[in-house]
């Protein structure tokens, strides 16, 4: 779906702070930034990926992404621990913007709380309407 000009895929959730996550078959959570905050950020030049290990909570500082405009932080939608953080983003950051909902992806992450935290995070449709409100 789209909410004015901004690319929604129907299939992951949301946060308020514009990260998404998919939950894969294992019950492993892989997250990224949507294609807003990719779209806010401009031009991606570098992103302190997340190493393998590393204790996330959700809602609190991930990593940061930096931009020619900015350095942003990204949120964990969810808790748990870093299986693994997209290494790829370290020589070609762009991905990030180029390719927001696919190789630009951010990290892996093994969730520890992933029922009620899920329910916290938005649908596709609700994030659209929130969309709307920031737009």
Same mark, same amino acid.
């Given at each position: 779906?789209?909410?004015?000009?901004?690319?929604?895929?129907?299939?992951?959730?949301?946060?308020?702070?514009?990260?998404? $996550?998919?939950?894969?078959?294992?019950?492993?959570?892989?997250? %990224?930034?949507?294609?807003? $905050?990719?779209?806010?950020?401009?031009?991606v030049?570098?992103?302190?990926?997340?190493? #393998?290990?590393?204790?996330?909570?959700?809602? /609190? *500082?991930?990593? *940061?992404?930096?931009?020619?405009?900015?350095?942003?932080?990204?949120?964990?939608?969810?808790?748990? /621990?870093?299986?693994e953080?997209?290494?790829?983003?370290?020589?070609?950051? /762009?991905?990030?913007?180029?390719?927001?909902? %696919?190789?630009?992806?951010?990290?892996?992450?093994?969730?520890?709380?992933?029922?009620?935290?899920?329910?916290?995070?938005? *649908?596709? #449709?609700?994030? %659209?309407?929130?969309?709307? *409100?920031?737009?």
């Open positions: 779906m789209k909410v004015e000009g901004i690319v929604v895929p129907e299939n992951l959730v949301y946060s308020k702070e514009h990260e998404w $996550a998919f939950i894969d078959a294992k019950g492993l959570v892989r997250v %990224g930034i949507s294609d807003y $905050a990719q779209k806010e950020l401009h031009e030049v570098f992103v302190d990926v997340p190493t #393998q290990g590393v204790q996330v909570k959700q809602m /609190e *500082t991930m990593c *940061t992404a930096e931009s020619v405009k900015a350095v942003s932080e990204v949120f964990s939608p969810v808790s748990g /621990e870093v299986v953080g997209n290494e790829e983003l370290v020589l070609n950051p /762009e991905l990030v913007n180029e390719d927001p909902y %696919g190789r630009g992806w951010i990290a892996l992450i093994k969730p520890s709380n992933l029922q009620s935290e899920i329910e916290q995070l938005m *649908t596709p #449709q609700a994030y %659209g309407e929130y969309l709307k *409100t920031v737009l």
